[in-house]
């Protein structure tokens, strides 16, 4: 099983939809989570930190439930620079300390 | 401010080549240093990690490897590429293990 497992997406939406993307997570004393976006041939850039108590952050929300180890990001009101490779991540203990998994990405396509 | 450096941009190499990418990070100190590689339409698979000067954690073997000679610089090396070597590899840090990662603007490596 991988440690964190995303939707495969592609979603194709368009303009105004909204869209949930969802994540699960293998090990349960994983400590913090993520979501990060990418555009094509770029570098991942965080998103925003998902908490407990859920945050949101204009049209984005994002929400955490530990219980069942599952992450998801609801996009409200899409638009078309939304277009981009939403990627869940999570921090959890190593050998070596803690480190920093990526799922696989699920790509959005917004279209007008 | 924080600030982390890649180079180079890009890269291609014959296979049996050697390889070696530099990632310096300026601003902070004892940071958390990642290697991570994506495959083209692939999510990031997280190479090797860091907590320390001389402390590397592998997460994949293969023949690829890494040191951290200096506290803000990480360095993935290979004695001979494979093709299947190819990819954009991108290297991060993080303040903790817990906290979220930054990135360069990668190195994306064609093996000929």
């Known amino acids: 099983r991988k440690e964190v497992e995303q939707d495969p997406g592609p979603f194709n939406v368009p303009e105004g939809a909204t869209v949930a993307f969802n994540c699960t997570y293998s090990?349960?004393?994983?400590?913090?989570f993520f979501w990060y976006r990418q555009d094509c041939r770029k570098e991942p850039k965080l998103l925003m930190s998902v908490y407990s108590s859920g945050n949101e952050d204009g049209r984005f929300t994002a929400q955490l439930n530990r219980a069942s180890q599952y992450i998801s990001l609801l996009i409200r009101d899409s638009k078309l620079s939304d277009s981009a490779t939403y990627l869940c991540?999570?921090?959890?203990?190593?050998?070596?300390?803690?480190?920093?998994?990526f799922g696989a990405g699920t790509r959005l396509f917004v279209k007008a | 401010s924080q600030t982390i450096h890649q180079w180079p941009a890009t890269l291609v190499q014959p296979v049996g080549s050697p390889l070696s990418l530099e990632c310096t990070v300026e601003?902070?100190?004892?940071?958390?240093l990642y290697w991570y590689r994506q495959a083209a339409g692939r999510g990031l698979q997280l190479l090797f990690y860091s907590v320390g000067i001389g402390q590397i954690s592998s997460e994949v073997p293969q023949n690829l490897s890494a040191s951290r000679p200096q506290d803000r610089q990480f360095i993935l090396s290979s004695k001979k590429l494979l093709l299947s070597d190819s990819g954009f590899y991108l290297c991060?840090?993080?303040?903790?293990?817990?906290?979220?990662?930054?990135f360069g603007q990668g190195t994306r490596l064609t093996v000929v």
């Open positions: 991540v999570v921090n959890m203990g190593g050998t070596g300390g803690f480190k920093t998994i």
């Open positions: 090990n349960s004393a994983s400590q913090s």
């Open positions: 991060a840090w993080s303040f903790t293990g817990v906290t979220e990662a930054f």
């Open positions: 601003g902070t100190s004892n940071p958390n």
